[in-house]
């Protein structure tokens, strides 16, 4: 049973668009959601979000976190070919699960020119 | 230049032929783990490792053995590989427990035929 979903688990846009990446968790002990980007090699990082409410921002991407309802959003405006990517939300276990990695199995966003 | 360095990129085996994956990093990290990565499914983590004398089992162990004598290597080793081991694995460190950025390596692609 997934603890980390992602969806869409496809999507395809053109460049321009506005797209809205979602990430909804079951994890006990919550500790902290990070994103990544993976385009045809490892993954890299974008953004921790440890605080519900607070918005991270890095240029035209964007992430929130809602503790209460259990999601992150990953949005990215003016999509550009270059965001072309898997994007990959992860939890870290806490407790007895500590050391423990819970990956989604990604968004796997396309952006035509 | 602060980097987790896999080797080999890419290997082609045969079954049951013993192998051994290395992984090594410079950033005095505490923390490493393991993934594979098959499509479909996203990464899922094998053994993780939060110090030096200390491993632990992550989602997909079975088939796999790690050690982590050093600080700074974490090899993976395949003792009896088997077809349903083809896979791209990914070896990551972060500077703590799950709880700060993995930083990744550039992946290793394995063939068991």
């Known amino acids: 049973e997934d603890k980390v979903v992602q969806s869409p688990l496809s999507l395809v846009v053109h460049e321009g668009d506005t797209v809205t990446l979602n990430c909804s968790y079951e994890v006990t002990n919550f500790r902290s959601l990070l994103w990544y980007k993976q385009e045809k090699k490892a993954p890299t990082f974008l953004f921790m979000l440890t605080s519900s409410g607070i918005e991270k921002k890095s240029g035209r991407l964007s992430s929130i976190l809602d503790k209460k309802e259990l999601f992150s959003i990953l949005n990215i405006t003016a999509t550009q070919t270059g965001d072309s990517a898997v994007y990959l939300c992860a939890l870290p276990g806490g407790g007895s699960t500590l050391g423990r990695l819970y990956f989604g199995r990604g968004t796997q966003l396309t952006v035509w020119p | 230049e602060a980097q987790v360095t896999q080797n080999p990129r890419y290997l082609i085996t045969v079954t049951g032929k013993k192998l051994t994956v290395t992984c090594s990093q410079n950033?005095?990290?505490?923390?490493m783990s393991w993934y594979r990565q098959d499509p479909g499914l996203g990464l899922r983590q094998i053994y993780y490792?939060?110090?030096?004398?200390?491993?632990d089992k992550g989602d997909v162990p079975e088939g796999y053995k790690v050690s982590r004598k050093e600080k700074r290597n974490f090899p993976l080793i395949l003792e009896s590989p088997s077809p349903n081991q083809t896979s791209l694995y990914f070896c990551?460190?972060?500077?703590?427990?799950?709880?700060?950025?993995?930083?990744f390596g550039n992946g290793t692609r394995l063939t068991v035929t």
């Open positions: 950033m005095n990290h505490e923390y």
């Open positions: 990551a460190s972060s500077l703590v427990t799950g709880d700060s950025p993995l930083h």
């Open positions: 490792s939060m110090n030096v004398e200390v491993t």
